[in-house]
T-cell receptor
Framework: DGGITQSPKYLFRKEGQNVTLSCEQN?????MYWYRQDPGQGLRLIYY???????QKGDIAEGYSVSREKKESFPLTVTSAQKNPTAFYLC????????????????FGAGSRLTVL | DQQVKQNSPSLSVQEGRISILNCDYT??????FLWYKKYPAEGPTFLIS?????DKNEDGRFTVFLNKSAKHLSLHIVPSQPGDSAVYFC?????????????FGEGTQLTVNP
């Protein structure tokens, strides 16, 4: 079955530590995204990538970093510079065939919950 | 600056009745709108979308209405079922292509009581 796999599902981190969240997709989607969900704030875009070896900052990129070395993979690193990292993190992907209606309909993974101790 | 706003954090309805979830937006460049449904500890799943060239789109029990002049859209679920209990997110973009970033609302928790 095609889909998006996020791991780990739950992660605990001590203050000052960097952690990396994994996101893998087998949908053959070109574009991948990272969102953060906090209570009462909806989904906020952290980073996105429309093509391998290229990515752009979203609305709340400070304290995060990403890489896109393979089409299937878009890992997110939460660095110690992120002031309030405790949140639910969602990875998503979409087609990137330019001009196709509905190409920005996102398919989401099941999410990773990060808790800073 | 919240460009997409869902003013009701929660909504409770009886099974079999209609559920109406509302969403307002401020950016006049938005021309494509989507609704997502999310269960706890899962990722959101796409429900239904509408382009600004339409004012209504229907898919089974789900209908989305768009009022461009009021910058308002709503999702109607009829009849509501207990399995519909979830958080519903409204999202908007300027364009439908892959480069069109989605802006999400805060979400509305729908509870359908048996």
């Amino acid at each position: 079955d095609g889909g998006i796999t996020q791991s780990p599902k739950y992660l605990f981190r001590k203050e000052g530590q960097n952690v990396t969240l994994s996101c893998e997709q087998n949908l053959n989607h070109d574009a991948m995204y990272w969102y953060r969900q906090d209570p009462g704030q909806g989904l906020r875009l952290i980073y996105y990538s429309q093509i391998v070896n290229d990515f752009q900052k979203g609305d709340i990129a400070e304290g995060y970093s990403v890489s896109r070395e393979k089409k299937e993979s878009f890992p997110l690193t939460v660095t110690s510079a992120q002031k309030n990292p405790t949140a639910f993190y969602l990875c998503a992907s979409s087609m990137a065939t330019g001009g196709v209606a509905g190409a920005n309909v996102l398919t989401f993974g099941a999410g990773s919950r990060l808790t800073v101790l | 600056d919240q460009q997409v706003k869902q003013n009701s954090p929660s909504l409770s309805v009886q099974e079999g009745r209609i559920s109406i979830l509302n969403c307002d937006y401020t950016n006049s460049m938005f021309d494509y709108f989507l609704w997502y449904k999310k269960y706890p500890a899962e990722g959101p799943t796409f429900l239904i979308s509408i382009s600004s060239i339409k004012d209504k789109n229907e898919d089974g029990r789900f209908t989305v209405f768009l009022n461009k002049s009021a910058k308002h859209l709503s999702l109607h679920i009829v009849p509501s079922q207990p399995g519909d209990s979830a958080v519903y997110f409204c999202a908007a973009s300027a364009g439908e292509t892959s480069g069109s970033r989605l802006t999400f609302g805060e979400g509305t928790q729908l509870t359908v009581n048996p």
